[in-house]
T-cell receptor
Framework: AQSVTQLGSHVSVSEGALVLLRCNYS??????LFWYVQYPNQGLQLLLK??????LVKGINGFEAEFKKSETSFHLTKPSAHMSDAAEYFC????????????FGAGTRLTVKP | DTEVTQTPKHLVMGMTNKKSLKCEQH?????MYWYKQKAKKPPELMFV???????INESVPSRFSPECPNSSLLNLHLHALQPEDSALYLC?????????????FGPGTRLLVL
């Protein structure tokens, strides 16, 4: 079965600094990889996803992620953090185009300091 | 319209009560999902419906009973719940149920079992 590991349950950055949230996956077949964001008392919203093709994926709100098969990683980055980026971020993986059995990582809470 | 709506937003119930959670989407999606999310934890998949048929049941206790009356509606019937069932219950939908699809989440129902 597929799984993801998010390194760091809590990341704190200053406003304007680089954001880097780490995600490593495990899958016996080519994975589909996702980053979702959850603001307090809300549901989840897709930031970006990798299915096939270009390994550098651009998402909403200036975020991007790169699929690196050799490192089994899908880290999320943003060049300059904004206060509004403070939220919980989940990396997720699914492994088949037939059924959606998506599994989430434990999550990383991003804090942005003024 | 990419909205998934859930009612009620909050629910308090006793262990002997019967209640239902409701989820609705009008995006023409044919797959719908129930997740359970405990505080500071990732969402855990409970059930998946694809074309109104139950396709995934993640060994959820029988006190949770899903129902998909049509392609736009998803219900979760609750009976004889335990205090440990208190959580945020999230509904999501996607196009057909494939693993590469984006899931659109509702805001959730926050359930407290006394």
């Amino acid at each position: 079965a597929q799984s993801v590991t998010q390194l760091g349950s809590h990341v704190s950055v200053s406003e304007g600094a680089l954001v880097l949230l780490r995600c490593n996956y495990s899958s016996s077949v080519p994975p589909y990889l996702f980053w979702y964001v959850q603001y307090p008392n809300q549901g989840l919203q897709l930031l970006l996803k990798y299915t096939t093709g270009a390994t550098l994926v651009k998402g909403i709100n200036g975020f991007e992620a790169e699929f690196k098969k050799s490192e089994t990683s899908f880290h999320l980055t943003k060049p300059s953090a904004h206060m509004s980026d403070a939220a919980e971020y989940f990396c997720a993986v699914s492994s088949t185009h037939i059924n959606n059995d998506m599994r989430f990582g434990a999550g990383t809470r991003l804090t942005v300091k003024p | 319209d990419t909205e998934v709506t859930q009612t009620p937003k909050h629910l308090v119930m006793g262990m002997t009560n019967k209640k239902s959670l409701k989820c609705e989407q009008h995006m023409g999606h044919r797959a719908m999902y129930w997740y359970k999310q405990k505080a500071k934890k990732p969402p855990e998949l409970m059930f998946v419906y694809s074309y109104e048929k139950l396709s995934i049941n993640e060994s959820v206790p029988s006190r949770f009973s899903p129902e998909c009356p049509n392609s736009s509606l998803l219900n979760l019937h609750l009976h004889a719940l335990q205090p440990e069932d208190s959580a945020l219950y999230l509904c999501a939908s996607s196009q057909e149920g494939g693993g590469q699809e984006t899931q659109y989440f509702g805001p959730g129902t926050r359930l407290l079992v006394l």
